[in-house]
């Protein structure tokens, strides 16, 4: 009887440990993934970090966005910032991407690639393109002239009307219409300027806001104000429809957040200074 207890309780903890796993490869997997992780949040080459980054965009549930890269998330990722606005420079002039101003803070800018904006723009007048055939025609002088020749973040209402005159008489009812639409926002220190907008982006800049705050509050309740990369990419923000990618990345790029070699893998710790 003894014999037969001692093999099951054997059993039970051959059985016991199968189900635990081996705490070397969990282990081995664990620092694999913080090694993928890091090297995943750095590059060498702004084109690369941008289309890597856009590959890498949330899937939204409500909101219809295309992707679009925050300028802090490539200084995080491109260490070189200097190069990084050389190349977008560059890209803008190229017509491969735009740069829109957001108003989630003084130095927020967005980043889209200009086919999907164009696709978020069109996406964004078709209810108006039914309503008033005369007064729409405005978009597409708006994409043909304005979007063209202004890579600027910002157009004064002069320029803005000289330009869209290219395409026939221009009244103060096609810049509202153009505003409607969610393209173009009047700036609040002068209302003679507007910056270009990414159409449906609203709900999205307020998760943006909101998530930034959860995320640096989760870390700073911990002991040491850090957190394993790993185990912190596992985090669901409630606050935010974006990832916690999304937000290490541009907390990082903004100097809220560093990153840290340790031997249990890449930590992400709060800046002190």
């Known amino acids: 009887m003894a014999e037969s207890s001692q093999s099951k309780s054997g059993g039970k903890k051959r059985s016991r440990s199968e189900s635990e796993g081996d705490p070397d490869a969990d282990a081995d997997a664990a620092s694999l993934q913080s090694i993928q992780l890091e090297n995943d949040l750095n590059f060498t080459d702004t084109a690369i970090a941008l289309q890597m ?30 190069q990084v606005d050389r190349d ?25 690639f200009m086919d999907d904006y164009l696709a978020q723009m069109e996406n964004a007048v078709k209810r108006y393109d039914a309503k008033d055939k005369q007064l729409s025609d405005v978009f597409d002088w708006f994409k043909q002239y304005v979007i063209k020749s202004k890579t600027d973040v910002s157009i004064s209402h002069p320029e803005l009307c000289s330009l869209l005159s290219n395409g026939g008489d221009v009244t103060e009812k096609h810049v509202t219409l153009l505003i409607n639409a969610g393209l173009l926002t009047c700036q609040l220190i002068d209302q003679n300027l507007y910056w270009f907008v990414i159409p449906n982006i609203g709900s999205i800049l307020k998760g943006l806001s909101q998530g930034r705050k959860e995320l640096l509050s989760l870390i700073n309740r911990t002991k040491y104000k ?22 290490i990345r541009d907390l990082i790029g903004s100097g809220l957040l560093k990153t840290v070699q340790s031997p249990i893998g890449l930590l992400i710790r709060l800046s002190r200074d």
């Open 88 to 112: 977008l420079e560059s890209l803008k002039k190229e017509a491969v991407v735009r740069v829109f101003k957001l108003n989630t803070g003084k130095d927020d800018h967005a980043i889209m």
């Open 226 to 247: 850090e957190m394993v990369l790993a185990n912190l990419e596992k985090k669901r923000l409630r606050l935010s429809p974006l990832d916690i990618r999304f937000h």
């Open 53 to 82: 980054m856009k590959a890498q965009f949330p899937k939204l549930d409500k909101v219809v966005v295309r992707p679009f890269i925050l300028r802090s998330q490539l200084y995080s990722s491109v260490k070189d910032r200097t």
